[in-house]
Protein backbone atom coordinates (compact mmCIF):
# COMPACT_ATOMS: atom_id res chain seq x y z
CA UNK A 1 0.00 0.00 0.00
CA UNK A 2 1.47 3.27 -1.18
CA UNK A 3 1.92 5.73 2.10
CA UNK A 4 -0.64 8.82 1.49
CA UNK A 5 0.96 11.82 3.35
CA UNK A 6 -1.09 14.41 1.37
CA UNK A 7 -3.31 15.50 4.55
CA UNK A 8 -0.20 16.13 6.54
CA UNK A 9 0.83 19.71 5.12
CA UNK A 10 1.25 21.88 8.39
CA UNK A 11 1.21 24.83 6.35
CA UNK A 12 -2.40 24.64 5.97
CA UNK A 13 -4.16 26.01 8.68
CA UNK A 14 -7.67 25.48 7.56
CA UNK A 15 -9.29 22.36 8.70
CA UNK A 16 -9.75 19.41 6.07
CA UNK A 17 -12.19 17.21 5.93
CA UNK A 18 -10.31 14.49 7.28
CA UNK A 19 -8.85 16.50 10.48
CA UNK A 20 -12.54 17.15 11.11
CA UNK A 21 -13.51 13.94 10.77
CA UNK A 22 -10.53 12.96 13.04
CA UNK A 23 -10.44 15.89 15.39
CA UNK A 24 -14.62 15.11 15.96
CA UNK A 25 -14.35 11.24 16.27
CA UNK A 26 -11.36 11.64 19.14
CA UNK A 27 -13.36 14.32 21.09
CA UNK A 28 -16.68 12.99 20.76
CA UNK A 29 -15.45 9.51 22.65
CA UNK A 30 -16.89 9.56 25.87
CA UNK A 31 -16.87 6.20 27.81
CA UNK A 32 -20.34 4.99 28.07
CA UNK A 33 -21.71 2.82 31.07
CA UNK A 34 -25.40 2.02 29.59
CA UNK A 35 -26.23 -0.15 26.83
CA UNK A 36 -28.86 -1.25 24.77
CA UNK A 37 -29.05 -4.80 24.07
CA UNK A 38 -29.11 -4.79 20.82
CA UNK A 39 -26.03 -6.98 19.21
CA UNK A 40 -23.06 -6.05 16.85
CA UNK A 41 -22.20 -8.19 14.17
CA UNK A 42 -18.77 -10.26 14.86
CA UNK A 43 -17.93 -8.70 11.39
CA UNK A 44 -18.35 -5.64 12.70
CA UNK A 45 -16.16 -6.01 15.61
CA UNK A 46 -13.28 -8.18 14.02
CA UNK A 47 -13.13 -5.31 11.30
CA UNK A 48 -12.93 -3.07 14.36
CA UNK A 49 -9.80 -5.03 15.84
CA UNK A 50 -8.03 -5.20 12.34
CA UNK A 51 -8.24 -1.27 11.58
CA UNK A 52 -6.98 -1.07 15.46
CA UNK A 53 -4.05 -3.45 15.17
CA UNK A 54 -2.58 -0.54 12.24
CA UNK A 55 -1.53 1.11 15.99
CA UNK A 56 1.98 1.38 16.58
CA UNK A 57 3.94 -0.75 19.12
CA UNK A 58 7.87 -0.27 20.08
CA UNK A 59 9.35 -2.82 17.53
CA UNK A 60 6.26 -3.38 15.60
CA UNK A 61 6.18 -6.13 18.49
CA UNK A 62 1.79 -6.01 18.66
CA UNK A 63 2.17 -8.04 21.92
CA UNK A 64 -1.77 -7.09 22.26
CA UNK A 65 -4.12 -10.11 22.51
CA UNK A 66 -7.90 -9.48 22.63
CA UNK A 67 -10.60 -11.80 24.08
CA UNK A 68 -14.15 -11.32 22.43
CA UNK A 69 -16.96 -12.18 24.64
CA UNK A 70 -20.91 -12.40 23.52
CA UNK A 71 -23.99 -14.04 24.37
CA UNK A 72 -23.35 -17.16 26.54
CA UNK A 73 -19.67 -16.65 27.38
CA UNK A 74 -20.26 -13.22 28.30
CA UNK A 75 -23.02 -14.02 30.68
CA UNK A 76 -20.96 -16.46 32.33
CA UNK A 77 -18.20 -14.38 33.13
CA UNK A 78 -20.50 -11.44 34.40
CA UNK A 79 -22.54 -14.24 36.19
CA UNK A 80 -18.91 -15.66 37.88
CA UNK A 81 -17.74 -12.52 38.97
CA UNK A 82 -21.50 -11.44 40.53
CA UNK A 83 -21.23 -14.77 42.50
CA UNK A 84 -17.80 -14.11 43.92
CA UNK A 85 -18.76 -10.26 44.64
CA UNK A 86 -22.04 -11.87 46.52
CA UNK A 87 -20.17 -14.87 48.41
CA UNK A 88 -17.60 -12.66 50.02
CA UNK A 89 -17.31 -9.39 51.51
CA UNK A 90 -13.59 -9.34 51.28
CA UNK A 91 -11.48 -7.59 48.39
CA UNK A 92 -11.05 -9.83 45.01
CA UNK A 93 -7.35 -10.92 44.36
CA UNK A 94 -5.08 -8.34 44.00
CA UNK A 95 -4.84 -7.48 40.33
CA UNK A 96 -1.66 -8.81 38.17
CA UNK A 97 -1.20 -5.13 36.58
CA UNK A 98 -1.57 -1.90 38.58
CA UNK A 99 -3.57 0.74 37.01
CA UNK A 100 -3.85 2.76 40.06
CA UNK A 101 -1.75 4.16 42.86
CA UNK A 102 -2.21 2.76 46.28
CA UNK A 103 -1.42 6.65 47.89
CA UNK A 104 -3.16 9.19 45.71
CA UNK A 105 -2.37 12.66 45.47
CA UNK A 106 -3.86 15.54 44.04
CA UNK A 107 -4.51 16.66 41.67
CA UNK A 108 -5.32 13.30 40.65
CA UNK A 109 -7.43 12.49 43.85
CA UNK A 110 -9.12 15.34 43.06
CA UNK A 111 -10.11 14.34 39.50
CA UNK A 112 -11.10 10.67 40.43
CA UNK A 113 -13.40 12.62 42.79
CA UNK A 114 -15.05 14.62 40.75
CA UNK A 115 -15.63 12.24 38.16
CA UNK A 116 -17.40 10.29 40.36
CA UNK A 117 -18.87 13.27 42.11
CA UNK A 118 -20.81 13.98 38.60
CA UNK A 119 -21.51 10.58 37.88
CA UNK A 120 -23.79 9.58 41.40
CA UNK A 121 -24.85 13.38 41.53
CA UNK A 122 -26.49 12.52 37.67
CA UNK A 123 -27.78 8.93 38.59
CA UNK A 124 -29.49 10.21 41.80
CA UNK A 125 -27.27 8.67 44.33
CA UNK A 126 -26.06 10.51 47.15
CA UNK A 127 -22.85 11.05 49.12
CA UNK A 128 -22.76 8.10 51.46
CA UNK A 129 -24.95 5.88 49.77
CA UNK A 130 -22.47 2.83 49.68
CA UNK A 131 -25.03 0.16 48.94
CA UNK A 132 -26.13 2.63 45.67
CA UNK A 133 -22.49 3.32 44.89
CA UNK A 134 -21.92 -0.62 45.06
CA UNK A 135 -24.91 -1.64 42.64
CA UNK A 136 -23.30 0.69 40.18
CA UNK A 137 -20.07 -0.58 40.70
CA UNK A 138 -21.43 -3.63 40.09
CA UNK A 139 -22.57 -2.66 36.46
CA UNK A 140 -18.89 -3.08 35.43
CA UNK A 141 -19.05 -6.93 35.71
CA UNK A 142 -22.26 -6.97 33.29
CA UNK A 143 -20.24 -4.83 30.93
CA UNK A 144 -23.14 -2.55 31.82
CA UNK A 145 -25.58 -4.04 29.62
CA UNK A 146 -23.49 -4.11 26.22
CA UNK A 147 -23.59 -7.14 23.61
CA UNK A 148 -19.85 -6.95 23.47
CA UNK A 149 -17.04 -7.54 26.14
CA UNK A 150 -13.33 -7.19 25.24
CA UNK A 151 -11.01 -8.58 27.85
CA UNK A 152 -7.15 -7.29 27.03
CA UNK A 153 -4.34 -9.09 28.03
CA UNK A 154 -0.41 -9.12 27.66
CA UNK A 155 2.22 -11.72 27.42
CA UNK A 156 3.76 -11.70 31.33
CA UNK A 157 7.25 -11.67 29.40
CA UNK A 158 6.56 -8.16 28.27
CA UNK A 159 4.42 -6.65 31.14
CA UNK A 160 5.11 -3.59 31.86
CA UNK A 161 6.87 -2.44 28.08
CA UNK A 162 4.29 -3.65 26.28
CA UNK A 163 1.41 -1.51 28.42
CA UNK A 164 1.97 1.81 26.26
CA UNK A 165 1.66 -0.17 23.01
CA UNK A 166 -2.00 -1.79 24.55
CA UNK A 167 -3.11 1.59 25.86
CA UNK A 168 -2.75 3.13 21.94
CA UNK A 169 -4.06 -0.07 20.65
CA UNK A 170 -7.28 0.10 22.77
CA UNK A 171 -7.90 3.60 22.41
CA UNK A 172 -7.67 2.82 18.44
CA UNK A 173 -10.27 0.30 18.81
CA UNK A 174 -12.32 2.84 20.64
CA UNK A 175 -12.17 5.64 17.94
CA UNK A 176 -12.49 2.63 15.01
CA UNK A 177 -15.50 1.28 17.06
CA UNK A 178 -17.14 5.16 17.61
CA UNK A 179 -16.73 5.67 13.78
CA UNK A 180 -19.22 3.16 13.19
CA UNK A 181 -21.84 4.74 15.58
CA UNK A 182 -20.41 2.08 18.30
CA UNK A 183 -19.30 3.09 22.30
CA UNK A 184 -17.00 1.25 24.88
CA UNK A 185 -15.98 2.21 28.27
CA UNK A 186 -12.65 0.66 29.50
CA UNK A 187 -12.50 -1.10 32.51
CA UNK A 188 -9.79 -1.80 34.52
CA UNK A 189 -12.36 -3.26 37.00
CA UNK A 190 -12.06 -6.45 35.83
CA UNK A 191 -8.50 -6.63 36.38
CA UNK A 192 -8.87 -7.92 40.43
CA UNK A 193 -10.86 -11.02 38.62
CA UNK A 194 -8.10 -12.40 36.69
CA UNK A 195 -8.09 -15.75 38.20
CA UNK A 196 -11.83 -16.38 37.32
CA UNK A 197 -11.48 -14.34 33.78
CA UNK A 198 -7.97 -17.08 33.19
CA UNK A 199 -10.30 -19.88 34.18
CA UNK A 200 -13.10 -18.95 32.31
CA UNK A 201 -11.25 -17.78 28.67
CA UNK A 202 -8.70 -20.41 29.16
CA UNK A 203 -5.64 -18.20 29.61
CA UNK A 204 -2.32 -19.70 29.38
CA UNK A 205 -0.40 -18.35 32.74
CA UNK A 206 2.13 -17.02 30.51
CA UNK A 207 -0.87 -13.98 29.75
CA UNK A 208 -1.66 -11.16 32.32
CA UNK A 209 -5.08 -9.83 32.12
CA UNK A 210 -4.61 -6.20 32.13
CA UNK A 211 -8.31 -4.11 31.44
CA UNK A 212 -11.74 -5.06 30.32
CA UNK A 213 -13.85 -3.13 27.83
CA UNK A 214 -17.97 -2.91 27.49
CA UNK A 215 -18.88 -2.21 23.36
CA UNK A 216 -22.13 -1.38 22.25
CA UNK A 217 -24.70 0.82 21.25
CA UNK A 218 -25.09 3.96 23.90
CA UNK A 219 -28.46 3.94 25.87
CA UNK A 220 -28.71 8.16 24.76
CA UNK A 221 -31.11 8.54 27.40
CA UNK A 222 -29.48 7.37 30.38
CA UNK A 223 -28.38 9.44 32.55
CA UNK A 224 -25.07 7.70 33.66
CA UNK A 225 -23.92 8.51 29.94
CA UNK A 226 -24.56 12.26 30.19
CA UNK A 227 -21.60 12.73 32.08
CA UNK A 228 -19.37 15.21 30.28
CA UNK A 229 -16.02 15.13 31.87
CA UNK A 230 -13.44 17.95 32.12
CA UNK A 231 -9.80 18.47 30.60
CA UNK A 232 -7.27 20.42 31.38
CA UNK A 233 -5.83 22.53 28.74
CA UNK A 234 -2.57 21.87 26.67
CA UNK A 235 -0.90 25.00 28.52
CA UNK A 236 -1.31 23.21 31.98
CA UNK A 237 0.77 20.23 31.48
CA UNK A 238 2.78 20.80 28.13
CA UNK A 239 6.28 22.60 28.52
CA UNK A 240 8.07 24.10 25.09
CA UNK A 241 11.76 23.81 24.79
CA UNK A 242 13.08 26.42 21.98
C1 LIG B 1 -7.39 2.20 31.60
C2 LIG B 1 -8.78 2.71 31.98
C3 LIG B 1 -9.53 2.00 32.88
C4 LIG B 1 -10.83 2.42 33.21
N1 LIG B 1 -11.60 1.66 34.06
C5 LIG B 1 -12.90 1.99 34.26
C6 LIG B 1 -13.75 1.11 35.00
O1 LIG B 1 -13.33 0.07 35.49
N2 LIG B 1 -15.05 1.44 35.13
C7 LIG B 1 -15.57 2.59 34.59
O2 LIG B 1 -16.76 2.85 34.75
N3 LIG B 1 -14.78 3.45 33.88
C8 LIG B 1 -13.48 3.17 33.69
N4 LIG B 1 -12.67 3.98 32.92
C9 LIG B 1 -13.23 5.18 32.30
C10 LIG B 1 -12.70 6.46 32.94
O3 LIG B 1 -13.38 6.70 34.16
C11 LIG B 1 -12.93 7.60 31.94
O4 LIG B 1 -12.13 7.37 30.80
C12 LIG B 1 -12.57 8.97 32.50
O5 LIG B 1 -13.39 9.30 33.58
C13 LIG B 1 -12.72 10.06 31.41
O6 LIG B 1 -14.04 10.04 30.89
P1 LIG B 1 -14.36 9.79 29.36
O7 LIG B 1 -13.79 8.44 28.98
O8 LIG B 1 -15.87 9.80 29.27
O9 LIG B 1 -13.73 10.87 28.56
C14 LIG B 1 -11.36 3.60 32.61
C15 LIG B 1 -10.57 4.31 31.71
C16 LIG B 1 -9.30 3.87 31.38
C17 LIG B 1 -8.49 4.63 30.37
Redesign the pocket.
Known amino acids: MTPDFSSADAGNLEKTSRQVAIDEVITS ?3 V ?1 QFLPGPIPIETVMEVLDVAARAPSGHNTQAWNVHVLVEEALRRLSASILERLDATESAPDQPEFD ?1 YPTEWISPYIDRRRK ?1 GKDMYTLLGIPRGDTAGMRTQLFK ?1 YTFFGAPVGLMFTLPRIMVPGSVLDLGMFMQSVMLAALARGIST ?5 FAPFHRIIADQLCLSNDQVVI ?1 GMSMGYADATAPVNQ ?1 V ?1 HREPASSFSFVHG
Open positions: RRSRSVNCPQAACVT
